[in-house]
């Protein structure tokens, strides 16, 4: 990884020296000019996959000073790492791959990015058109392969003088607006002619820019497109809403600044908080951290029950549980902020959309006089929380999750199936801030370590990897990348031999059913792996040895910590945990 950026007028001032030179081939002007401008308008972060027709891109996206380059080998895991570059800086990140089953690698993250509106860019390198369809080498039909998940897609012609090279920088711009409007993947795909890479003879192309001069002598993008974030007006209608007895959940949301005004306001309206593992707030002290364990407990699900309205931040919710309770409760009245327009409603309860962030739709509130709280839940959910400490001393996948939860330190990324669920159950509230992460739009298995690394790429601070061991398998291939980490990083697989998810789930226990064909074991072990790729490599067998484990990780290299525990062993875990709950409620009764 190269990451070599230096002051503003240095950037600039080495740009102007770019188009100034003679270029390789005209590929290499186009691909110039596309970069800079992606670079304007806010990119920093570069992702690059080896390959001959995406040359021009490569070598220009090298030779920029203010573009940080990033490089894996496997499209696939390169897709996931610039999905979590771009969540962790919050700023959109340049994909670069070559043409063919390359561009098709990058699909699965496609998909994640558009389903949580993260802004990557994929210039992918193509044939020229008269190169389909008669039998030319990585060659695919790749103009709109995305199109069903992307927010734009272009498909440019091959560089040509006869075309204006603002009509280039006028379509990136425009693009990138509409990214800005609607946050998601963009697409373009860059057919390039022969020569790809420097010859005998270089290209002066200073008569086919000097209509740029303004733009070349200056640091702006070549168009401006203005937005506008405007919020309707709530002043009537929010005193109306706020009188009620409301709660507030909080579903996905990456700003750990904003989940906290959703704290004060949560305190200022007297309403409970219930907050996702995914909400940045999963683990403030006014979470109801155990509301999902909690709501097999009739009385405390009878108390929220009393709420009248609801106020939604970020949508995708991990507890079923809490779901099922939306969908079932008469609301008078249901709110989603949400900045995505996105309808992330499925249970059709919503009433009133605002499509901003939480800060915005805060700060256009009216100020109303603090209320004291209109519930007893935290009383209520005490009860629950004893419980989960008693069944979580035991060492097991409830265990380490629950101690790691304590444990973690800087940023924590949760793999999807149990690990998600689990996190989203147990812990308890922490005094330092823990920044979480989760890839919950398509919620697949693939591509989790590629982007907790680049999740890693954002921010100075240890980071860790929480996921199953079918999940590591998939994306294996990821584990490259982890030696290039500048700071701590952990990863810890949860290994109970195949998917035990299926052990929760109405599967037909009968025959070879269950286990052949849905929980497929595999009888593997991840310490070659772990020694392969020059990892660390640690297999407690106790919960203290994983606390001793885990805290010597946060502080040297990167270390895989595997642990290996039997696969019937956390469904039982949780129906025992889930009965228990229920049977003290009974006991309440008698």
Aim: hydrophobic share 40%; with cysteine; aromatic share 8%.
């Amino acid at each position: 990884m190269t990451a070599s950026i230096s002051s503003g007028v240095a950037k600039h001032d080495c740009a102007k020296e770019s188009f100034a030179k003679a270029h390789a081939t005209f590929n290499h002007v186009w691909a110039a000019l596309m970069l800079e401008e992606l670079y304007r308008l806010g990119v920093r972060d570069v992702v690059v996959a080896p390959g001959s027709r995406s040359s021009p891109l490569t070598m220009v996206a090298s030779e920029h000073i203010g573009l940080r380059c990033h490089c894996h080998f496997d499209e696939r895991g390169l897709g996931f790492m610039a999905l979590g570059i771009a969540r962790g800086s919050h700023r959109p990140v340049v994909v670069i791959t070559t043409s063919g089953t390359a561009v098709a690698n990058l699909y699965p993250a496609v998909v994640e990015a558009n389903l949580l509106g993260v802004p990557l860019i994929v210039l992918s390198a193509d044939r020229p058109i008269e190169l389909l369809n008669n039998g030319s080498n990585q060659a695919i039909d790749q103009r709109d392969i995305f199109s069903p998940h992307t927010t734009v897609h272009h498909d440019l012609p091959p560089p040509d003088t006869e075309i204006k090279a603002a009509f280039l920088l006028s379509t990136i711009d425009q693009a990138v607006d509409q990214q800005r409007r609607t946050s998601g993947p963009i697409h373009i795909n860059c057919r390039y002619r022969e020569p790809l890479y420097p010859g005998s003879c270089l290209v002066d192309a200073s008569d086919y820019l000097a209509p740029l001069r303004h733009w070349l002598t200056g640091s702006t993008p070549w168009s401006d497109w203005p937005s506008s974030t405007a919020i309707p007006a709530l002043k009537d209608d929010w005193k109306v809403f706020a009188q009620h007895k409301g709660v507030i959940v909080v579903g996905s949301v990456d700003d750990f600044q904003q989940a906290q005004q959703v704290v004060e306001l949560s305190k200022q309206l007297g309403w409970p908080l219930l907050a996702d593992l995914q909400s940045q707030l999963r683990f403030d002290p006014y979470n109801l951290i155990h509301f999902d364990l909690a709501l097999h407990d009739e009385r405390f699900s009878a108390e929220l029950a009393k709420a009248e309205v609801l106020l939604q931040f970020g949508g995708r919710l991990i507890s079923k549980r809490l779901s099922q309770f939306i969908a079932q409760q008469p609301w008078q009245d249901v709110w989603l902020v949400e900045p995505l327009p996105q309808r992330l409603d499925p249970d059709y309860c919503v009433k009133r959309r605002l499509t901003c962030s939480p800060a915005d739709f805060i700060a256009d509130l009216p100020a109303l006089p603090e209320q004291p709280p209109w519930h007893q839940l935290a009383n209520l959910q005490r009860r629950t929380s004893q419980l989960i400490e008693k069944f979580c001393i035991a060492f097991s996948e409830l265990g380490v999750c629950h101690q790691l939860a304590q444990l973690a330190r800087g940023q924590l990324f949760i793999g999807n199936s149990l690990p998600a669920r689990l996190m989203n159950m147990l812990g308890t509230h922490r005094q330092t801030p823990l920044r979480v992460f989760a890839n919950r739009g398509a919620s697949g298995i693939d591509g989790l370590i590629a982007t907790g690394y680049g999740i890693s790429c954002s921010r100075q601070e240890p980071i860790t990897i929480l996921l199953g061991d079918t999940s590591a398998l998939h994306d294996l291939n990821s584990l490259a990348l982890l030696k290039q980490a500048t700071q701590p990083l952990v990863v810890v697989i949860l290994n109970n031999d195949g998917g035990s998810i299926f052990h929760m789930l109405p599967v037909p226990k009968e025959g070879e059913l269950l286990e052949r064909y849905y929980r497929q074991p595999h009888g593997l072990s991840f310490e070659h792996a772990a020694q392969m790729f020059g990892l660390g490599y640690v297999a407690p067998a106790s919960l203290d040895a994983f606390a001793t484990a885990y805290s010597q990780a946060l502080t040297v290299g990167v270390t895989l910590i595997e642990v290996n525990v039997p696969h019937q062993q956390v469904a039982d875990d949780l129906t025992a945990l889930g009965a228990a709950i229920r049977e003290e409620q009974d006991e309440r009764r008698i």
